[in-house]
């Protein structure tokens, strides 16, 4: 089988051609950085209008580099959320449309989906059950993934995510947007025992994760005027790092029967939080799965392989399917939130 797959639901414009057979015949990804860096950080209008401009075009090249038509395509994946909306609506809506034009069935795939099952794209071996940590701009959570659709929520953050405290303790430290990658960078230069920065629920029970503490406390060492920007940087780094191993380890304990232990989402193309887990996999002796960082940051590929997972299982969709700007990926976990975390 041969899927196309489509990406906007952030600031990453993306279409891929993925085989059911996990061959990556084509990847195209265009990035928003330069128009939202004035801002330092993504604004949805000019983010869906940049979706409008190069979407079609970046299909059109994906189909190039495969050397195939739209007829050789046994189904369209798009995400359908959640994500900013007018974004969403503009991948959907294509989708749709060349669902509609080619006669081929449309797939609506929750991009968290996308980030959940890309570690199988990337590894054939990877079988479920297995324990999930999706860290991304806008998740934190561990996910026990039983099968395509089946996840149940063990854990989620309090308050920001992983990535958004990357992205703010960047924008504190002025190193740019956006700020995982720049983080990353000046923390190599740094020494990340040289600011003590505190790790927020580490030791409880329940295998929670919050970062807001976290991102005051870097605000007052940078307030302090003692520490350079690669000290804090690399000290905040270390901290994300011990408090998801600690939460990861106390989740390996309750996740009976996974085969590994994964990670997903941007944050896991982060080079110390990947060693770290590595090592806690290995501990546990279990294979440790970690897609290349160009799969854990959003793209296409990714969408495309939840469309091949989900029209293997018979999970297609009606064109009459709606963008959803919060879609959680164990609905269950989500109302039980409602009553407290
Ligand atoms: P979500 O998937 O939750 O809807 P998103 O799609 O915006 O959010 P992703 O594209 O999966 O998020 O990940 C982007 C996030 O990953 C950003 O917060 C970015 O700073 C972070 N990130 C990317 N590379 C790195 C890195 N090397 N180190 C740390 N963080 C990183
Ligand atoms: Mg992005
Ligand atoms: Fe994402």
């Known amino acids: ?77 798009a995400t359908a959320g959640p994500g900013l909306i007018g974004g969403v609506m ?16 449309l797939v609506a795939v929750n991009h968290l989906e996308g980030h959940a099952l890309s570690p199988r794209l990337a590894d054939p071996a990877l079988a479920f059950p297995y324990l999930l940590l999706l860290v991304s701009g806008g998740h ?21 995510a992983a990535g958004e405290a990357f992205d ?7 190193l740019g947007f956006p700020g995982g990658p720049a983080v990353e960078a000046a923390a190599r230069a740094g020494n990340p025992r040289a600011v003590p920065l505190p790790r927020p629920l580490v030791g409880t029970a329940e295998p929670h994760f ?17 520490h350079s920007a690669g000290d804090i940087a690399a000290s905040f780094q270390q ?22 232990l994964v990670v997903a989402g941007g944050v896991a193309a982060n080079g110390a939080v990947r060693a770290a887990l590595a090592d806690l996999a290995h501990a546990h002796g279990l294979p440790f799965v970690a897609p290349p960082g160009w799969l854990c940051t959003d793209n296409a590929a990714m969408i495309a392989w939840a469309g091949a997972e989900r029209l293997a299982a018979g999970l297609t969709d009606g ?20 009553a407290g975390v």
């Open 239 to 260: 901290a994300v790092v011990d408090c998801l191993l600690d939460r990861t380890r106390r989740a390996l304990a309750v996740a009976d029967g996974a085969t590994a």
């Open 140 to 160: 934190c959570q561990l996910l026990f993934v039983e099968g395509v659709g089946r996840y149940r929520r063990l854990a989620t953050t309090i308050d920001d």
């Open 210 to 226: 919050s970062f807001a503490g976290l991102k005051s406390a870097v605000l007052r060492a940078r307030d302090a005027g003692v």
């Open 90 to 105: 503009v991948g959907l809506v294509t989708g749709k449309a060349l669902a509609l034009a080619a006669g081929k069935p």
């Open 168 to 174: 703010k303790t960047a924008k504190l430290l002025g």
């Open 1 to 77: 089988t041969l899927i196309l797959g489509l990406e906007s639901s952030c600031d990453e414009t993306a279409a891929a051609l993925v085989t059911g057979d996990r061959r990556i015949l084509a990847h195209r990804l265009a990035g928003q950085e330069a128009a939202h860096r004035p801002y330092g950080g993504v604004v949805p209008e000019i983010a869906a209008r940049a979706h409008v401009e190069v979407l079609t075009p970046l299909v059109e090249q994906a189909l190039a580099d495969a050397g195939v038509t739209l007829a050789d395509v046994d189904a369209i994946a």
């Open 319 to 338: 064109l009459d399917v709606a963008a959803r700007a919060r879609w959680p990926l164990d609905p269950t976990a989500e109302k039980a939130r409602g």
